[in-house]
């Protein structure tokens, strides 16, 4: 496939050659609007020149240093919010933001204030996944001190001192997916529900939500003993594998950390298609294809374009007008996917 051209470029953004010539050689003359307009055609359909029309667009932009702590590194819905995090810092006209990433290889909450003590001196604020732990909560104080807001993603951590928490609302969360175990069961019987870990401030509010609707709305299941898995796909799996060995009855199982690429292996292995109501966290490849061949029932994915796009807005408009009066909270609402839905990815 040939590389597009300018031609295609002016049709892509609507405007004539001569304007995309104006704004490849950085001529005058040429409203804001319309080089943004340009830019992101460039870089809708690939065109070479599109972090050249960048880079003059952002020449004289002040800069915006963002730290991003995030958990895994090889994992795939990691890798896809740095990618987000990546293009929606592209993507914004009015600062030129430069991010600098770190990642967890465990979950550790020393080593997440390890990194983010790292982070003083460098950055303008920082965004972060991870443990709540005292440790954690005494690096973030530490950074506000120096001036640097810390916002908590996905999973919430050093409430009253982190600037916000930018994630879905997991109380509500896990009630949504024993809802959908409670409709989608063919019959009343076991639960089974895992978290990463009790320090996981997220999984332990989908645990409570999650037994609470089972308490309220349908007392005719009986939940299980939470486990913890560690976030760690082997561990889930042979749990799993266990949890359906000992209980014919299990009728839905609920992973809601890391760690359900073991879940749905062992679910696969175990059970027919239909047998068991298995819902995860997060759409991924993995995910994708149980959902394809009905070894999933339910994904609840976080909407991390929108959170990010919403989130770096924040940060910069923190960094530039100081701390908020009180450290709150912003919900998003929780993506749904099933074997019917189409994938975008």
Not at 58 to 85: M, N, V
Not at 160 to 175: A, M, Q, W
Request: net charge neutral; proline share 4%; aromatic share 8%.
């Amino acid at each position: 496939m040939s590389r597009p051209t300018i031609a295609d470029l002016a049709k892509a953004a609507g405007v004539g050659r001569a304007t995309v010539d104006r704004v490849l050689n950085g001529r005058q003359n040429v409203r804001e609007e319309t080089v943004k307009r340009v830019h992101d055609a460039a870089e809708r359909i690939g065109y070479h020149g599109a972090n050249i029309i960048r880079h003059r667009m952002l020449a004289d932009k002040p800069e915006f240093r963002l730290g991003l702590i995030l958990q895994k590194p090889q994992h795939a819905f990691y890798q896809e919010t740095l990618r987000i995090f990546e293009a929606q810092a592209r993507a914004c006209t009015w600062r030129r933001v430069q991010i600098l990433v770190k990642f967890l290889e465990d979950s550790n909450p020393e080593e997440l204030a390890r990194l983010l003590g790292g982070m003083k001196g460098r950055v303008d604020a920082v965004a972060a996944t991870g443990l709540d732990h005292h440790s954690v909560t005494l690096a973030v104080q530490e950074l506000r001190e120096a001036g640097i807001p810390v916002y908590s993603l996905l999973s919430d951590f050093a409430q009253g001192v982190r600037e916000s928490y930018f994630g879905t609302n997991n109380l509500k969360l896990g009630r949504v997916a024993g809802w959908f175990i409670s409709r989608l069961a063919p019959r009343a019987g076991k639960v089974g529900l895992f978290i990463g870990g009790p320090r996981f401030h997220g999984h332990e509010l989908r645990e409570t939500g999650f037994r609470s609707f089972f308490r309220d709305s349908a007392p005719g299941f009986h939940l299980l003993e939470t486990q913890i898995n560690l976030e760690t796909r082997q561990l889930t799996y042979e749990a799993t594998m266990n949890l359906l060995s000992r209980h014919d009855d299990l009728v839905g199982l609920y992973c809601a950390g890391g760690g359900m690429e073991g879940a749905i292996q062992a679910a696969r292995e175990m059970r027919k298609p239909g047998d068991l109501v298995l819902i995860v966290n997060e759409l991924t490849p993995e995910s994708q294809s149980g959902l394809r061949d009905g070894t999933l029932s339910v994904v609840l994915a976080t909407p991390v374009r929108q959170i990010t796009a919403d989130l770096i807005v924040q940060m910069i408009d923190a960094s530039e007008r100081g701390f908020a009066d009180m450290p709150g909270q912003r919900f998003f609402p929780v993506q749904i996917w099933t074997p019917e839905s189409e994938f975008m990815m």
